[in-house]
């Protein structure tokens, strides 16, 4: 099968870095269609706490209304908590990450690749639920409006911070907690700004400088977090 | 032909505060297969994966090609095939898509070789099946079919008989043969009794663990 | 080693259903102790879900006040749910669970010996902590004793049909969402029941009617859900 | 001696919608040894599930003792040991607290003979290491160590040399032999070249799957 004679292959005979970007992509964002059911399950979680409130606290419209909002980002919040132990577990367990830490390209553009693919199957979706959520809890229709666009720049500052300590606690049997603690309060500033935002809208205060100021949240986090990922899905490698 | 891709000298690892192995001094040379022997538990696939550059817990020196393994990174990830116990195999994914993402990161290869790499390992007919639903032995031969499109000089399996039957066993072996004899170098770790003709054998003490 | 003839024995000489129980529920206790991270997840959580409302929604006591016990069951109910499917998982994977069916003592009361040890070491400690929560989300003393007797009937409740739940779910390998749409329909009559007892406590209404019927869910969950999570067990176990 | 512990009349069993075997008949008496046979992906672990009472896709008929399977489950649980591909060994529990929880649903056994059990699986010294530290052969040991103080007369073992060293594989070709010998009867999958006298073997023909 081999036609060549065995001989070291100079680098640059090898994949690009934004082919083997679009390889893992595609492999995650396959496998992901492939086992449709656990695409619902971020959005599941998200429903099931927005709609558990107003049975288990008040279903009283003026109580909705001033509450919605904030249940809405918790409920997205903890939707992406909870996801994000998949993101590199499944691979982790069947040797899929071993072969993507020996892939001769730069590790933090594969892993920016699987945080990419991770948003669009948890973020995007939440966000594009969230006007039919925000009518269901009687916000007004600016304020949905609003907390969309905040939603939509906050996720994925949520699925980057994330994937950093998703490696990190990659290597450990009980990753719950750790992943908890390490990423909470990272989130928290990116919940207040979000929340404080559509807060601001609803009072008719201006909302620019709020949503700049989410906007350099994510540029920070698209800079950094993939090298953090990287470095620590190395250790968690070398530990297991 | 005479310089090794990979030379360790004074390798020693510690596992759990025990001593896995010291001083451990081996090349690997073209064109030769490497057999790793040990009771269970004496560190073979932790020093396979330490080769790999997976596990970083060891002391000592590693060369590729002359040079400092560290500095070599790049040639040597691109120059360098691992196999491990967990095969890198989506269960989700059909052979075919799992081959085609498995190269995607290293080579292109056209969907018709990959083919015929599939059917070289016995799963003509399976390739546009989920993996899910071949048995732990085909999933094997799945990721084995990579050896039959791999163009990497060195390449590090571990536990590479593992639920393939007679057949396939005999086959990987006389694999192996050819691709020593076409220049290729090989390191493995297996319970079989593998014998090739001019084989090295890197023999590993009684140690308390090994990877799972 | 083996001293005796083979021969097959007689089913009396063996261990007792008892004595099974036992082991069963002690091994579930000593690998969770051997794994202490494991126990603070549904705790942290728990904890978490209560701390983002104030962060989140509004800090001002009057509306923590009117909204506290509810989060707090809501936090509590998401909680047990998402510790499910550890119930079987890890059984499941390692082989235990065949084992487990395959022992000759019916396996409705190896189940229940199961539930129960979820049950310790997830919803009891969510009652234990409650008080301190409750204080947190400024909740008067007389509505934290009677929300702390209605998670400590409502809990086992929920580890019980969540048990039925999570045996259905086993072979699947997305068992998350499908596991929250069977159980939670059958958790919202207990939510409404519990924060239902705790308003009516607040409010300076009898509640004597509301635990009464409390018992009887929880009554109807022990004797009814161990037969149905066993059945559901032996199907899971023959299509994997 | 000459009843048959456990017989099969007519066995058929699908999967995917493709017939794994069907019209398969056979009797397991006391004091044999019967080696299922076949390619990657013919039924064997399917066989040994229905054998062991885990899986229900199936028709024909099943007969312990000369009774309907179905009517004896509790004598039929009793008298029967399966071990398979997973072994039942949780990672966090010690090799002696493992077999002590396996054996407590089954007969009571003192702590001592299973000390000694575990000694005679090559795991002296490693009685009270958590099992996660110990390499995948040494844990597939943890299970081979219930064979020592079963008194079950029907074993049902699926691969069980997997992971195991030339050592360990002869030590457990003993132990099947002398188990015949002493009256009881062994069901084994293996990929291994087993072959004792008297072995009766069953060969499955290359069906679609088989279980992981």
Redesign the interface.
Same mark, same amino acid.
């Given at each position: 099968?081999?036609s060549?004679?065995?001989?070291?292959?100079?680098?640059v005979?090898?994949?690009g870095v934004a082919?083997?970007m679009k390889?893992?992509f595609?492999?995650d964002m396959?496998?992901a269609f492939?086992?449709r059911?656990?695409l619902?399950?971020p959005l599941?979680?998200f429903v099931?706490?927005v709609t558990?409130?107003p049975?288990?606290?008040?279903p009283e419209v003026s109580?909705l209304r001033?509450?919605g909002a904030?249940?809405l980002?918790?409920a997205a919040?903890?939707s992406v908590l909870?996801s994000l132990d998949h993101l590199f577990r499944?691979d982790f367990?069947?040797?899929?990450l071993?072969?993507?830490?020996?892939?001769?390209?730069p590790l933090f553009l594969?892993v920016l690749a699987k945080t990419l693919a991770h948003w669009m199957l948890t973020g995007l979706p939440l966000v594009i639920l969230t006007p039919v959520l925000g009518v269901m809890v009687h916000q007004p229709g600016n304020s949905i409006g609003i907390l969309c666009l905040t939603l939509l720049i906050g996720t994925p500052v949520l699925s980057l911070i994330g994937s950093i300590g998703a490696a990190l606690t990659l290597g450990?049997?009980?990753a719950?907690?750790?992943l908890?603690?390490l990423v909470?309060p990272l989130y928290?500033p990116v919940?207040?700004f979000g929340?404080g935002t559509v807060a601001a809208a609803s009072e008719g205060a201006p909302v620019g400088a709020y949503l700049a100021l989410m906007g350099a949240f994510l540029f920070l986090a698209l800079t950094l977090a993939p090298f953090a990922s990287a470095s620590a899905l190395?250790?968690s490698?070398?530990?297991? | 032909m005479s310089e090794p891709?990979l030379q360790a000298v004074n390798l020693q690892c510690e596992r759990d505060e025990r001593i896995l192995f010291r001083d451990l001094s081996f090349s690997v040379l073209?064109g030769t297969v490497t057999r790793v022997e040990g009771a269970n538990g004496s560190g073979k696939t932790t020093l396979l994966r330490i080769l790999?550059?997976?596990?970083?817990?060891w002391s000592g020196d590693l060369y590729w090609?002359g040079e400092p393994r560290a500095r070599q990174r790049?040639?040597f990830?691109?120059?360098?095939l691992?196999l491990?116990?967990?095969?890198?195999?989506?269960?989700?994914?059909t052979p075919m898509?799992n081959l085609r993402?498995?190269m995607?990161?290293?080579?292109?290869v056209s969907d018709e070789?990959l083919s #015929?790499?599939l059917e +070289?390992t016995g799963l003509a007919g399976y390739q546009n099946v989920?993996c899910r639903n071949l048995s732990a032995g085909q999933q094997r031969r799945v990721a084995l079919a990579r050896l039959?499109?791999?163009?990497?000089?060195l390449w590090l399996l571990d536990e590479v008989f593992t639920a393939i039957d007679a057949d396939g066993v005999r086959a990987i072996e006389s694999l192996l043969q050819q #691709?020593a004899a076409? +220049?290729?170098a090989v390191v493995v770790t297996t319970h079989h009794d593998l014998t090739l003709p001019g084989m090295q054998r890197i023999v590993l003490g009684g140690g308390l663990t090994d990877?799972e």
């Open positions: 099968m081999t060549n004679p065995v001989r070291v292959q100079p680098v005979e090898g994949v082919g083997a390889a893992v595609l492999r396959k496998v492939r086992q059911q656990d619902l399950n599941l979680f099931m706490v558990l409130f049975l288990g606290v008040s109580f001033e509450a904030g249940i980002w918790v919040l903890l909870l499944h367990d069947d040797g899929t071993e072969q993507l830490v020996l892939q001769p390209q594969l450990l049997r009980s719950g907690v750790l908890s603690l909470i928290i919940l207040i929340t190395k250790i490698m070398s530990n297991s | 891709l073209p790999a550059g997976l596990n970083d817990a090609c790049e040639s990830l691109r120059n360098m691992y491990g116990h967990r095969p890198g195999i989506k269960p989700l994914l898509e993402a498995l995607a990161g290293r080579r292109p070789v #015929r790499a +070289g989920p039959l499109v791999a163009d990497e000089p #691709r076409e +220049g290729g990877d």
